[in-house]
C-alpha cells in the first residue's frame, strides 16, 4: 500500500512537467493529486484518475497506465512551484505518497 | 463556494486534551465525508480518518485508531478531532477535508505543537 512519487522535479517556465505516482493500489479511478504551498490550503486538482473539479485549469491533466498515474503541467506558470502529492482515496481508506516538489527554474 | 474554516493554533503539553474544529459552508454539509489528514513536520501527509455527517459513520487509520475520536455536529456543519492524552509526536498541521466522487476541498490548516 506504497506510493511512489520522486522527490523533485525541475521545469523551466512554459514547458511541461511530468509527476508519476506508482503504486499496486491503483487501477480502479481511485488516484487523486492535490498542490499544496506552505501556509495554504492543499488544493484537490484531479480526481477518479483524470477528472478536474470545477476551477481547476485545463493545462493540469490526470492519466494512468497500469499502477502508474501521472500528473501533466502544460504550460507551467511560477505560480505552480509547490509540493505535489498523489493519493489513493475511497470512503473506507486513503493513503498519501511522498511528495514531489516542483521546481520552476 | 465550498469553504471549510479550521480552528486556530494550539500550543500543548503532553498528556493534555485537545479539540480541534472544523466548519463547512457552501454545500449540503451531511451528504459528504469529512477527513482529516495530518502533516508531519517532515511535509509528509498522513490519513487519519472519515466521518459521514448524516449518520456519523466513521473509519479510522490504523495508525491513529484508539489515540484520537472524530465527531461531527450536524446542527452547526462541524467536525471535531479530539484527543485525550496528547504526545509530542502529535505536533504537527492537521488539515479538514471535505470528500465527495467529484473532489476534495480542503480546509488551511490547524498547527497544534506539543512541548513539555
Known amino acids: 500500500n506504497e506510493l511512489r512519487q520522486p522527490s523533485s522535479v525541475s521545469v523551466s517556465p512554459g514547458q511541461t512537467a511530468r509527476i508519476t505516482c506508482s503504486g499496486d493500489?491503483?487501477?480502479?479511478?481511485?488516484a487523486r493529486w492535490l498542490h499544496h504551498k506552505p501556509g495554504r490550503a492543499p488544493l484537490t486538482l484531479i480526481y477518479s484518475d483524470t477528472e478536474r473539479p470545477p476551477g481547476i485549469p485545463e493545462r493540469f491533466s490526470g492519466s494512468t497506465s497500469g499502477t502508474t498515474v501521472t500528473l501533466t503541467i502544460r504550460g507551467v506558470q511560477v505560480e505552480d512551484e509547490g509540493d505535489y502529492y498523489c493519493?489513493?482515496?475511497?470512503?473506507?481508506?486513503?493513503?498519501f505518497g511522498g511528495g514531489t516538489k516542483l521546481i520552476v527554474l | 463556494e465550498v469553504q471549510l474554516v479550521q480552528s486556530a493554533a494550539e500550543v500543548k503539553r503532553p498528556g493534555d486534551s485537545l479539540k480541534i474544529s472544523c466548519q463547512g459552508s457552501?454545500?449540503?454539509?451531511?451528504?459528504?465525508?469529512i477527513g482529516w489528514v495530518r502533516q508531519t513536520p517532515g511535509g509528509g501527509l498522513e490519513w487519519i480518518g472519515l466521518i459521514f455527517p448524516a449518520d456519523s459513520d466513521t473509519r479510522y487509520s490504523p495508525s491513529f485508531q484508539g489515540h484520537v475520536t472524530i465527531s461531527v455536529d450536524k446542527s452547526i456543519n462541524a467536525a471535531d478531532l479530539r484527543w485525550s492524552n496528547l504526545r509530542p509526536s502529535d505536533s504537527g498541521k492537521y488539515f479538514c477535508v471535505t470528500h465527495s466522487a467529484v473532489g476534495d476541498y480542503w480546509g488551511q490548516g490547524t498547527l497544534i505543537s506539543v512541548s513539555s
Open positions: 457552501g454545500y449540503h454539509f451531511s451528504s459528504n465525508w
Open positions: 493500489i491503483f487501477g480502479k479511478n481511485f
Open positions: 493519493y489513493y482515496a475511497t470512503d473506507k481508506k486513503w493513503i
